[in-house]
């Protein structure tokens, strides 16, 4: 019984703060437990700007410029405020086509240029309060390469997941 006493006394501590964490993340419009885990887990890869991120699934810290010095293949559909920070990066090669998501730690602007258009985001979601994860964003995807433009970071570098959704 007196050993269990640390254990009990620590889930009451700690009990409130997991559920403050967790009711942060509610508020996504669909689950985004397995970006928080990829998020936390420490020694990401980084990912240079202009280079591609390192594949589906497997998520990167990408450094980012200050937006003044990015080239952008297209300029960003909403204009970035001076002082952020912005990265022109490629996805992965696709084999198929389809819904894929891109998900970050931090709030920044997602543009996505394929096949020498813009694709429209199908769906958007985001929650400033939950650890790790602040924003999500879904396109439908054609098979082959895309390039992926995000603005208006407020640091100079964000975690980056692209994956299918669940």
Request: aromatic letters at 6%.
């Amino acid at each position: 019984m007196l050993r269990a006493l640390p254990l009990l006394a620590l889930a009451v501590l700690t009990g409130p703060a997991w559920a403050q964490d967790a009711s942060g993340c509610a508020k996504f419009r669909w689950p985004v437990d397995r970006e928080r885990s990829a998020f936390g887990t420490p020694g990401l890869r980084t990912v240079e700007p202009g280079k591609p991120l390192p594949g589906i699934m497997d998520p990167a810290v990408v450094a980012l410029q200050p937006v003044a010095d990015v080239k952008f293949e297209r300029p960003p559909s909403r204009k970035p405020a001076a002082g952020t920070f912005g990265a022109v990066l490629k996805t992965p090669p696709l084999a198929v086509g389809g819904p894929y998501q891109i998900t970050t730690s931090d709030d920044v602007w997602i543009d996505v240029i394929q096949d020498g258009r813009e694709l429209r985001p199908t769906a958007v979601t985001g929650a400033p309060a939950c650890p790790n994860v602040r924003k999500s964003v879904r396109f439908d995807f054609a098979a082959g390469q895309a390039t992926v433009e995000i603005s208006g970071a407020a640091a100079s570098s964000v975690k980056v997941d692209f994956l299918p959704p669940e």
